[in-house]
């Protein structure tokens, strides 16, 4: 009756964690040295289909795997030339915060206790940083699509026009139409299905040439759709599609969702992070006029997996979306549970993890300014490297660089030969961007949320893709 998963002697486990930490150190101070990218061997993935462990192997043999099969397969993105997808590298700090996390365990519910109120302070920060008024609601979640999912959310809440949460989506009421543009993220659909409102009823509207919601476009189905007894409910906004990095037109957006009375939310999940560098603030504008709004830390806030941000401009609503109440989560004017469980209120978790600290420790370790340069340092790189591909005659842009994502191609090559191209780069560990279809074309595609890139590491990038090119 007296086990416990404490070592017996702490001192072989202290020395073991010291040696990860060492280890771990060396691997970050290394990145520039190794390979962006390399591929698993057969052996490797063999071993990682191991028979489940029904005996103690120990912490040394756990370790010892890690180091051979786990560490060297990184998906690349702690790395300098990694430019893949919009991920964020981690940063030595965070990754020490989440220790310190881990260790201490809290439940982040709610609940009378020092963590609580770091989250609420990192809240608070955000709602400042992006513009929202002062007391509006907030909670920090997995990553964006769960974020924007809560935005949704309570836009269906406010509405609706009926008791959503009673009667739900199955009862007779009109069609309720949520409006994004054709380069909205994924998480839009997905997010229509899980809400119960369904794929058919979420509008895409075109966009122009700078790959923005075509506004006039907006209006006219918004018109179109009450027309035949539908309810408009929401417009989503993007500061920053995944594809590109285009910026909806924010002021008119939210002009137009005023008029019309419906919920505007902006998905700012890497692009809303431009509004904290002073230059690149008025490409977000009217974000802040956002019902709610969405966007992740761990990505152009350069933090470790996971965490992520939905702010509500209405407390009560917020609130009013989510709330539960049940017996043994009852609060109480004193004691642990004072003040009530608020975070389990404001999204769809009630357990949940202690994601602040990595926020309130990077802030306070390098200031808000440092992580604004740094962003505005990755857009001034989009621009560097658009001008490499504008100069060099085997390459062209495929779409315009609205902030920090850039589209391109070899000229001399077709589609299947640019896919070979990025096949190689990746295999070949020299750089990690990704693919996406831009001007028609399939396109190499670099979205820089880096902290770790240098200037030469682009140079490195567009002499790669013409060799490999010129090559084939």
Known sequence: MNRTLDPADWSPLRSLGHQMLDDIFDHLASLREQPAWQPMPAAVRAALREPLPRDAQGPDAAYADFLENVLPYRNGNLGPRFWGWVQGNGTPVGMLAD?????????????????????????????????????????????????????????????CGFDVREDGMQSEHPLLTVYCSTEAHGWARRAMEVLGLGNRALRRVAVDAEL????????????????????????IATAGTVNTGAIDDLVRIANLCAEENLWFHVDGAF???????????????????????????????????????????????HKATFELKGRYLDPTDR?????????????????????????????KAH????????????????????KRIEEHPELALTAPVALNVVCFRYVPGDDAANR??????????????????????????????????????????VEAVVRIGRSL
Not at 134 to 151: F, K, M, P, Q, R
Not at 378 to 383: C, D, E, G, T, Y
């Open 367 to 386: 200031g808000v300014d440092a992580i604004a340069e740094l962003i505005e340092q990755n857009v001034a790189q989009a621009a560097y490297l658009a």
């Open 271 to 317: 692009g809303a992070l431009a509004r904290l560098a002073p230059s690149l603030a008025d490409r977000v504008r009217g974000m802040e006029r956002a019902d709610s709004l969405a966007f992740d830390l761990h990505k152009w806030g350069y933090l470790p997996f996971e965490v992520g941000c939905a702010l509500v401009r209405d407390p009560e609503l």
């Open 212 to 235: 923005r919601m075509d506004v006039d476009a907006l209006r006219e189905a918004i018109a179109a759709d009450r027309a035949k007894g539908a309810r408009p409910i929401c417009v």
């Open 335 to 363: 004691g642990v549970i004072a003040g009530g469980l608020p975070f389990a209120e404001r999204g769809l978790e009630l357990t949940r993890g202690f994601k602040a600290l990595k926020v309130w420790m990077s802030f």
């Open 420 to 461: 070979e191209i990025l096949m190689r780069v990746q295999e070949e560990g020299i750089a990690v961007p990704s693919s996406t279809v831009a001007g028609g074309h399939y396109s190499i595609r670099c979205a820089i949320t880096n902290h770790r890139s240098r200037l030469e590491d682009f140079d490195l990038l």
């Open 99 to 159: 220790f310190l996390a881990s260790a201490m365990n809290p439940h982040l519910a709610g609940f009378d206790h020092a963590p609580a109120l770091v989250e609420q302070q990192v809240i608070d920060w955000l709602v400042e940083l992006m513009g929202m008024p002062s007391g509006a609601s907030g909670v920090l979640t997995s990553g964006g699509t769960v974020a924007n999912l809560i935005g949704l959310a309570v836009a269906r809440q406010a509405k």
